[in-house]
């Protein structure tokens, strides 16, 4: 489906207020259509792409799918266990939601349908920032407690892990996301820069990028919004260089690239832009 034509059906969609069904709930608190002429005119607090470009929307204790094909609309809403902090789609047939003030993730399949619910405490690990999917579908964490980047499967059993990052004074560290992409993990600590480890959980290096508001790895290559704009820390070259065809767009605060798509959220909605 053409993009125009994908966006047409979005809009006339979100505008007939239409929803499918939710597990956790009835469809009566999804966020109304805003006035606005976005791609998608919808308020949210952060959103998410996955391979086949369908849109993810996070708006507190509720996501949003939006299906790229048909335009369709499925919404998973939980009220136990507070706000969403984070989804990975890396597999569209596995979603994790993450709660933090829990320290539960919730997985959900491909129709926003939960699947199970996995309590880090059981495991005794508590006050986890952030989660990420792997790429054998288990579930990477970062352990405040151990300073170590661990990866476990849905039982709680460590099957890689970091050694502890006290050694490299990185004692500090404060993870805000997390992703693996291309048998590497990235690991931003605002404060730090993006710490880089290979898939067994060792340390490789630490990427010299601070203060990001953002961040996407695309090709090997990681993708950020800061104070200076949009920008790609190019892996082979070692520079950092600015996204050029974005240099005349402002207000979005968050950026999702795609094979052909640049994804720009504002306070308003989410503007679909051809790269």
């Known amino acids: 489906m053409k993009i125009h034509q994908y966006i047409f059906l979005v809009i006339s969609i979100l505008s007939l207020g239409a929803c499918s069904s939710t597990k956790q709930s009835s469809v009566t608190n ?21 391979k086949f470009e369908n849109v993810y929307l996070i708006k507190e204790n509720q996501l949003k799918k939006i299906d790229q094909l048909t335009a369709n609309i499925a919404t998973y809403e939980n009220d136990r266990y507070g706000e969403i902090t984070s989804i990975d789609v890396t597999n569209p047939q596995k979603i994790l939601v993450f709660y933090q003030l829990y320290d539960i993730i919730v997985t959900l399949d491909n129709s926003l349908a939960e699947t199970s619910i996995i309590d880090l405490k059981r ?16 579930i990477w964490l970062y352990d405040p407690v151990t300073f170590t980047l661990r ?40 404060n730090d820069g993006v710490l880089v480890f290979d ?60 094979k052909t798509m640049f994804y720009l959220g504002y306070d308003d909605g989410i503007d679909v832009v051809k790269r």
């Open 30 to 50: 999804v966020p109304a259509v805003i006035n606005s002429n976005r791609s998608i005119p919808q308020t949210f607090d952060s959103f998410e792409i996955d």
């Open 123 to 138: 495991f005794e690990y508590t006050d986890i920032n952030v989660i990420a999917a792997s790429n054998d579908n288990n």
């Open 151 to 190: 990866k476990i499967n849905k039982n709680g059993k460590v099957l890689a892990e970091s050694f502890n990052l006290y050694t490299l004074y990185l004692d500090q560290v404060d993870p805000d996301i997390l992703i693996e992409h291309g048998n590497k993990v990235y690991m931003n600590s605002p």
């Open 199 to 258: 898939n067994l959980g060792q340390y490789i290096k630490l990427l010299p990028l601070t203060s990001l508001s953002d961040m996407q790895v695309l090709n090997g290559n990681t993708i950020f919004l800061n104070d200076e704009g949009p920008q790609s820390y190019l892996s082979k070259q070692l520079e950092i260089v600015p996204i050029k065809e974005l240099e005349n767009l402002e207000g979005y605060k968050q950026l999702r690239i795609s």
